[in-house]
């Protein structure tokens, strides 16, 4: 457990620090910026009037390609508000259960903050400590055993938690270009990955009756 907070220490500094490196861009970037007719990020075409910018990583200082500056300023991630995610399998029916019991009794002389989505007196969805670490659960997105999960992972590779959840976060990002690190549940992810496919707008509900 004391580890854990030394972890949430180590975070903090290192997002302070390292989490915004200025673009480190070669010659032929700088061409195929120059080239480029559509936003890497929302694939539309440039119209003459739209600002375009260099999208870059400011975690790892590369150029990810050109862009249009709102769909720039929406993808940038704050050093202030940006979040770690940590995956339990099963964080809300089991594990979260003794990490918040520990937690309550460390965290009150650590002046840590600690909040959390619950669904009851005993059972989070997720808990954040301090600014940085989200304790998200796998099983929200994925509501099968770890066994029959890993049986869908190539044979060769290594069967950790992790390497199930980054394969579902692969797949994700294949499909529908969102992390479902971002959200707390498979119905959060599936609403938005609708709204995406689909581009659909919905209306305001300015009526009672509506619905
Ligand atoms: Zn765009």
């Known amino acids: 457990m004391l ?59 590369k150029y990810r390609g050109s862009a249009h500056q709102d769909c720039n300023l929406k993808l940038r991630i704050s050093p202030k508000e940006f979040k770690v995610p940590v995956i339990f399998h099963n964080l809300r029916g089991y594990g979260s259960h003794f990490i918040m019991q520990e937690i309550g009794s460390i965290g009150k002389s650590n002046d840590l903050s600690i909040n959390c989505i619950p669904n009851n007196m005993e059972k989070y969805m997720a808990f954040m400590l301090s600014k940085h670490l989200v304790f998200l659960d796998s099983f929200q997105f994925m509501a099968s055993s770890l066994e029959r999960l890993a049986a869908n992972l190539p044979t060769d590779t290594f069967k950790y938690t992790s390497d199930v959840f980054e394969n579902f976060r692969k797949t994700c990002h294949q499909y529908y270009k969102l992390d479902p690190c971002h959200y707390f549940t498979s119905p959060g992810l599936s609403w938005d990955a609708m709204l995406k496919m689909t581009g659909i707008k919905l209306e305001l509900m300015t009526d009672v009756d509506m619905f």
Do not use: N, W
């Open 3 to 61: 580890d854990m907070l030394s972890e949430v220490d180590y975070c903090q500094k290192m997002i302070a620090t390292e989490f915004q490196k200025p673009l480190q861009m070669t010659d032929e970037e700088e061409e195929l910026f120059k080239a480029a007719e559509e936003c890497h990020i929302c694939g539309g075409k440039y119209l003459d009037t739209e600002v375009r910018v260099r999208d870059h990583c400011h975690i790892t200082d």
